[in-house]
């Protein structure tokens, strides 16, 4: 029955977003207030349709976690080790300024938003070579055997 439920409220949020699509068609593109008018329906319904996935996704997750704390303790151990990749990250980010390929400064030294970008690259890299290093590990233990 809950699946009935579900297709069906998928499939009225299918239709009703496809209208809100062929509103925003409907207009002329050269006249800038009428497609403002006629695509902010469809951004607040794709707002309001982030915010509900948000908000089931979380309550499943507390939900779940409540019915097998085994798994809390595994995602808590997760989330720190995350953060400790993004602390480490941040540890050895340079706030060099930020030049695009035009030439033009996207960032300036010292900022927060250079410093931030390095983070994320650091990051990035780090995870990556740790994924890379499982990888390795797993091909090779399934070799062994």
Do not use: C, H
Not at 92 to 98: G, K, R, S
């Amino acid at each position: 029955m809950n699946n009935k439920i579900l297709t069906i409220f998928i499939a009225i949020m299918g239709v009703v977003g496809l209208g809100l699509y062929a509103n925003i068609m409907a207009v002329d593109a050269e006249d800038v207030v009428a497609v403002d008018n006629a695509s902010s329906p469809m951004v607040t319904f794709a707002i309001i349709l982030l915010v509900a996935s948000v908000v089931v996704a979380v309550v499943a997750s507390l939900l779940g976690f409540l019915k097998n704390p085994a798994a809390l303790k595994r995602a808590i151990l997760g989330v720190a080790s995350l953060g400790v990749v993004i602390l480490v990250s941040y540890l050895i980010a340079d706030a060099n300024q930020v030049i695009n390929a035009n030439k033009e400064i996207i960032a300036a030294a010292d900022s927060s938003v250079s410093k931030l970008t390095s983070t994320g690259i650091w990051g990035s890299l780090f995870l990556l070579v740790i994924a890379g290093a499982f990888f390795v590990f797993d091909l090779l233990k399934g070799l062994i055997k």
